[in-house]
């Protein structure tokens, strides 16, 4: 298999899609699907797929992000988690924490948050889970916000 960056990507799931959001179209509300989903519309809510997630430069996501993969040239606002590989595209803007195994960020993209990487991503999630939990636990009981 050739070397891995996002316009080989793009070329092999651009025929793999199963869900396609196209630019007019606007969800509200959670995403979860079995098949690979492409983002050029807008979603508010989180978006689940056990394949491919990819977010077209038009697309955008004011929620969380999960799939196998996850290729991003659009916008998104929330944690992303890839259990395979995550790209960033040059137009990609993203406001958020990125939980993956493999990253590649192409030159030119927008990232603000943490990205964990090295550790199997499920004991990653859950080791920022549990130091929040230890934070809440340290706080007064009249300040701890309710979730």
Request: net charge positive; hydrophobic share 40%; charged share 25%.
């Amino acid at each position: 298999m050739g070397k891995w960056n996002p316009s080989n990507i793009r070329a092999v799931h651009s025929a793999d899609v199963s869900t396609l959001l196209s630019k007019d179209t606007e969800i509200r509300g959670a995403v979860k699907t079995q098949g690979s989903i492409r983002v050029d519309g807008s979603v508010v809510g989180d978006l689940i797929s056990v394949k491919t997630v990819t977010i077209g430069p038009t697309g955008s996501v004011e929620g969380n992000v999960t799939g196998e993969d996850v290729i991003v040239a659009g916008k998104v606002k929330g944690i992303l988690t890839a259990r395979g590989k995550m790209a960033l595209e040059a137009t990609a803007q993203v406001d958020g924490d990125l939980n993956t195994s493999r990253l590649s960020i192409t030159e030119g993209a927008v990232f603000r948050g943490l990205s964990n990487m090295g550790v199997p991503v499920r004991a990653g999630v859950r080791a920022i889970e549990s130091k929040s939990d230890d934070v809440s636990s340290q706080l007064p009981k009249d300040r701890v916000a309710a979730a």
